[in-house]
């Protein structure tokens, strides 16, 4: 079991559910956007949010935006070890710091000594371009390299009396990042951040998330995750919530299934399922919906969906767990898929 540490309001590691990190993109100066982003975050499930804090400015906007958010607050710091003690002097709940870029002991210290005093929590992040430059002399720029690094820091910051640690080695090679997390995840007790950097946009990052991230979390590690997109943030959260639901960590809202069409297909599927995959945005239950393009074949291929429609001659049919429910007009059975899963979500709330 990890070492449980807080941040803010909520505890990662110790058995404590998974929990969703994302960063923010707009200028951390420009603080009414980087709020309204914060706020859509939150609103799509966020639970841990960080910021960039590069400049001065940027770190006195935090003590506004950390008054004004309820998600806890990270400042992400690289090279200025002062604009972590600002940072910390302004009230966030966390601070993640590359000591590999830091470098020198003391100041490294001096932020241990103020996030002890505020009693707040500190990552150590490393990753392929901040290795310690003894490992990276040694190993070259892979997984030992990384994993030795990140060992040494945690040892450096434990021997200063620290232990409010989360620690994350990454790569933006999903196959390395595995490797290494499995490897650092024997040697620490300390929860794990985990996530694939500079994953790419969502065509690859959605991949190389889901390896990358995805076969950690089936082994168990990881407390929390980051899916790194050049996307907007929000995407990074939704990416997050469906890679949590389909491997069955978490509940986080619907699962959308579809046939992939074959010369059986009797309704314009691609567009069905563009529809339904966006009304599906507003539905917060955990519930498998199947979208199928025959009803001949549908409903028995979907049998494991909670619920579904299959297309067909003009009608279409509307399922649960494979039973027909009804058979409605082809213009229609999107607005009836919905509405059945409407009456699901009475159900739910009601516990049955
Ligand atoms: S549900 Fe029908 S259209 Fe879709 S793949 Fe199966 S047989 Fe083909």
Redesign the pocket.
């Known amino acids: 079991m990890r070492k449980k540490v807080r941040i803010g309001k909520i505890w990662i590691g110790g058995g404590e559910p998974v929990a969703i990190q994302s960063m923010t993109k707009c200028r951390t100066e420009d603080t009414d956007r980087l709020l309204e982003e914060i706020r859509k975050l939150e609103r799509e499930g966020c639970e841990i949010v960080r910021v960039a804090v590069p400049t001065d400015e940027a770190a006195q906007s935090l003590r506004k935006i950390r008054n004004k958010i309820k998600l806890p607050l990270v400042a992400d710091i690289h090279y200025d070890w002062r604009l972590a003690l600002r940072a910390v002097e302004a009230g966030v709940d966390k601070i993640r710091i590359n000591p590999g870029n830091i470098k020198e002991r003391g100041k490294i210290k001096e932020i241990v000594k103020v996030c002890m005093e505020r009693e707040i929590a500190m990552r150590i992040g490393v990753n392929t371009g901040s290795l310690h430059p003894e490992f990276e002399k040694k190993y070259g720029r892979g997984v030992e390299a990384l994993v030795e690094s990140a060992v040494y820091y945690v040892k450096l910051v434990e021997d200063m009396g620290f232990t409010s640690m989360v620690v994350s080695v990454k790569s933006s090679d999903p196959v390395e990042n595995v490797i290494a997390n499995r490897l650092l995840h024997q040697r620490i007790p300390y929860p794990l951040h985990i996530g694939v950097t500079e994953a790419g946009p969502p065509s690859w990052g959605v991949l190389a998330s889901g390896a990358g991230v995805g076969c950690l979390l089936m082994d168990g590690i990881g407390d929390t995750i980051r899916i790194s997109l050049t996307a907007p943030s929000v995407e990074e959260v939704r990416v997050a919530k469906r890679l949590l639901t389909l491997l069955g960590i978490r509940k986080l809202g619907p699962v959308l299934v579809s046939?992939?069409?074959?010369g059986?297909?009797e309704i314009d599927l691609f567009r069905v399922v563009r529809e339904v995959e966006k009304k599906l945005e507003r539905i917060k239950i955990p519930v498998k919906v199947a979208v199928?393009?025959?009803s001949?074949?549908?409903p028995g291929?979907a049998k494991d969906a909670d619920v579904g429609l299959?297309g067909g001659k003009k009608r279409a049919v509307i399922f649960r767990k494979g039973e027909i429910v009804r058979i409605v007009d082809e213009d229609k059975m999107v607005d009836e898929l919905m509405k059945e899963i409407k009456r699901m979500e009475v159900e739910y709330d009601e516990g049955g």
């Not at 046939?259 to 074959?262: A, G, H, K, N, V």
Request: hydrophobic fraction near 30%; aromatic fraction near 0%.
């Open positions: 046939c992939p069409t074959c059986r297909l199928m393009g025959c001949v074949n549908g291929e299959a």
